[in-house]
């Protein structure tokens, strides 16, 4: 029986970006065969590739492609072509043009680690073991949308504004999915938690941060609050990382506190992302970068586009079961020791990006014979 057909834009932008979006690409087509859907897959320009072929870092059909899409899918953007800090147009500038274009105003990014890659953390096993959580992190607002100024070479100017509103409809955001999320911790449930961090102590626009969470987290009672300052944050995200459930923070130190919860789980090529708009609509990514070092060898890992691929499947086709069956096809893969380059141990011979994708692929078949499709 044949579904409505959902249009997905793919947007592999630079370096690895192509190879990675390839293997999600793969597993797409397999969950829409697997599930009698369609998905249509459409190509577009973004970053590094588009500034080569149309000058723009973010073209207009671009755009309008993500437009007439239910969800994008994107790899990668930056080019150590386009590096110089006084150019007038980045690769970069293409990621904040979809977001404030596509109002993708919650960014999720969701750490969790596997147990067989423990020892791929820079920290000791028993404390990164049972990290689960989930950085909900605003993406439209504060400081990366102000009102910009480099006045000569003397002097320069950003600003940051917060609204009420914004910090209303992301802190909603945190608190439906602590809500949702039934943690275990060692086997037993534990209660959901949001952590907002802040410098409320410095900042106006924390001080309006945490009055408005206060208040939306009266209409959450079964949730926990506590608030962090933001350099507190960052130790106690070492300390004692599996404590943490939801973190709700704002554009910039979701950006700094997202690459440091990265490194916690062992692998930047295991870790998705999802920046999501009103309603269903999303743009998903890996929260690794282009690593032009590598890229068009093969080599790259591609869990975490595959991975994105779920949470599109989840949040924007609204496919929780096909989203779950592509995350335990992952889960299958690296149980059964298959590593790319980046998380094989020293003697271990690695497999391609492309055998990667197949394994998924593989064990997404074998696994979903008595799944239900949505
Ligand atoms: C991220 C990236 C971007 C950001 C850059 C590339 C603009 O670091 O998605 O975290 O700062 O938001
Ligand atoms: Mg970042």
Redesign the pocket.
């Known amino acids: 029986m044949s579904k409505s057909g959902h249009q997905i834009a793919i947007l592999p932008g630079d370096g690895i970006g192509l190879e990675v979006t390839a293997e999600a690409e793969k597993v797409l087509r397999t969950v829409a065969e697997h599930c009698g859907d369609q998905f249509n897959l459409k190509h577009g320009l973004v970053g590094g590739v588009a500034m080569d072929a149309t000058g723009k870092a973010l073209p207009e059909a671009t755009l309008a492609l993500c437009r007439a899409s239910d969800a994008v899918l994107l790899g990668a953007v930056g080019s150590p072509k386009y590096d110089d800090p006084r150019a007038a147009v980045r690769p970069?500038q293409a990621?904040?043009g979809l977001r404030k274009e596509l109002r993708l105003f919650a960014n999720l990014r969701p750490v969790r680690l596997h147990p067989s890659l423990a020892e791929a953390s820079p920290l000791r096993t028993e404390l990164v073991r049972d990290i689960d959580l989930i950085i909900v992190r605003e993406l439209t607002g504060g400081i990366y949308f102000g009102a910009p100024r480099l006045e000569g070479s003397e002097r320069a100017v950003d600003t940051m504004v917060y609204t009420r509103a914004e910090v209303q409809r992301i802190t909603h955001v945190a608190f439906r999915i602590a809500g949702g999320r039934q943690r275990t911790l060692r086997g037993r449930p534990v209660p959901a938690k949001v952590t907002s961090v802040d410098k409320a102590n410095v900042l106006a626009c924390s001080r309006l941060w945490r009055l408005t969470v206060e208040a939306v987290a009266e209409e959450y009672p079964d949730v926990e609050l506590e608030h962090l300052l933001v350099d507190a944050a960052t130790m106690h995200l070492i300390k004692r990382p599996a404590d943490f459930d939801v973190i709700l923070t704002s554009n910039m130190f979701g950006?700094i506190l997202?690459d440091e919860t990265s490194v916690l789980a062992g692998s930047m090529g295991l870790l998705p992302s999802a920046s999501m708009a009103k309603g269903r609509f999303g743009l998903y990514e890996p929260i690794h970068g282009s690593a032009p070092d590598i890229a068009g060898r093969g080599i790259a890992n591609p869990l975490a586009a595959i991975l994105s691929a779920a949470m599109l499947l989840r949040h924007s086709l609204g496919m929780e079961a096909e989203a779950q069956a592509v995350e335990a096809a992952v889960a299958a893969v690296l149980d059964a020791g298959h590593r790319t380059a980046d998380i094989a141990a020293p003697d271990q011979p690695a497999v391609t990006t492309a055998r990667m994708g197949d394994l998924v692929v593989e064990a997404f078949t074998q696994d979903t014979t008595q799944m239900r499709c949505r």
């Open positions: 970069e990621l904040l950006d997202s």
